[in-house]
Nanobody
Framework: QVQLVESGGGLVQPGGSLRLSCAAS????????MGWYRQAPGKQRELVAV???????NYSDSIKGRFTISRDNAKNTVALQMNSLKPEDTAVYYC?????????WGQGTQVTVSS
């Protein structure tokens, strides 16, 4: 069974940058559209970035222009470059297919934006 492992989170000051990475134990990125989701305290999980099989991308309005999603099918990784971070970006970030598959949820990686 394929597993997804997120990494790269941490504590960063407003305006800072982080790069998240998602590694898969199997070759799924060439099969599915992949996305980054986030869940802030007390809020529902939301999809913020999508990369399709053809490499096209979509972003939520809240992160558009600041975050960039990318994929490397050969390495079975999906990344999220996050720039100009804001306190409201604080959340646990997860990767999953789009639409999400329950069996693929991992532990996520915590991103905290605070001075």
């Amino acid at each position: 069974q394929v597993q997804l492992v997120e990494s790269g989170g941490g504590l960063v000051q407003p305006g800072g940058s982080l790069r998240l990475s998602c590694a898969a134990s199997g070759s799924i990125f060439s099969v599915y559209a992949m996305g980054w989701y986030r869940q802030a305290p007390g809020k529902q999980r939301e999809l913020v970035a999508v990369i399709h099989r053809d490499g096209s991308t979509n972003y939520s309005d809240s992160i558009k222009g600041r975050f960039t999603i990318s994929r490397d099918n050969a390495k079975n990784t999906v990344a999220l470059q996050m720039n100009s971070l804001k306190p409201e970006d604080t959340a646990v970030y997860y990767c999953n297919s789009v639409p999400a598959r329950s069996v693929l949820w991992g532990q996520g990686t915590q991103v905290t934006v605070s001075s």
